[in-house]
């Protein structure tokens, strides 16, 4: 319950009460499960903080647990669409597309229409910020499909989105 009140935390903007509450929980040592809820919430805090070198430490963390174990836990896919983000925040943008596309097929047999959403969308975000508009488009509207635009989920997240890339791609996507 601890890891559910600090997402909740992080998700209404109460910083200080989500880091809090998740320090406090990786001090209390539980499960790996746990342990990977409350790392990939301070990823997700640190991200928004912009303190991203913070956060790809955070990251590599998950990296280490999830190579030796926990290929396709919840938490990880999660922190699989931050560390998209960080890297699309880095200027990496090529990078995080690929990372984005790397890990849709490696998720491909969990079935989780949620995380592909999310990393879609990233992936949308990273390719047009790598100046390729079509399989930028493509994304977008696989994402859509999968409940983008219309779930509460994702929602705020796919429409943010698009306006950044329509943003960042001008009239330039509709003349392709």
């Known amino acids: ?43 997700r805090l640190q991200v928004a903080l912009g303190q991203l070198d913070e956060c790809e430490r955070a990251l590599d963390r998950i990296a280490g647990i999830r190579a030796n174990r926990l290929q396709l836990a919840y938490t990880v896919r999660g922190a699989a669409a931050v560390r998209v983000k960080l890297l699309t925040r880095l200027g990496q943008c090529e990078r ?34 790598s100046g390729n508009t079509a399989e930028c488009a493509q994304d977008l509207f696989d994402a859509a499909l999968l409940g983008g635009a219309t779930s509460r989920e994702h929602q705020a997240d796919y429409n943010h989105t698009c306006g950044l890339i329509l943003s960042k791609c001008g009239q330039t996507v509709f003349a392709d």
């Open 96 to 129: 995080a597309a690929d990372l984005a596309g790397n890990e849709l097929r490696e998720f491909a047999r969990v079935n989780d229409s949620g995380s592909s959403v999310a990393l879609r969308t990233l992936r949308a975000l990273a390719l047009a910020c």
């Open 1 to 43: 319950m601890d890891t559910n009140d600090a997402h909740y935390a992080l998700v209404r903007g109460n910083f200080k009460k989500a880091q809090s509450s998740l320090e406090n929980i990786l001090k209390s040592r539980g499960g790996v499960y746990i342990e990977l809820a409350a790392i990939e919430g301070i990823a």
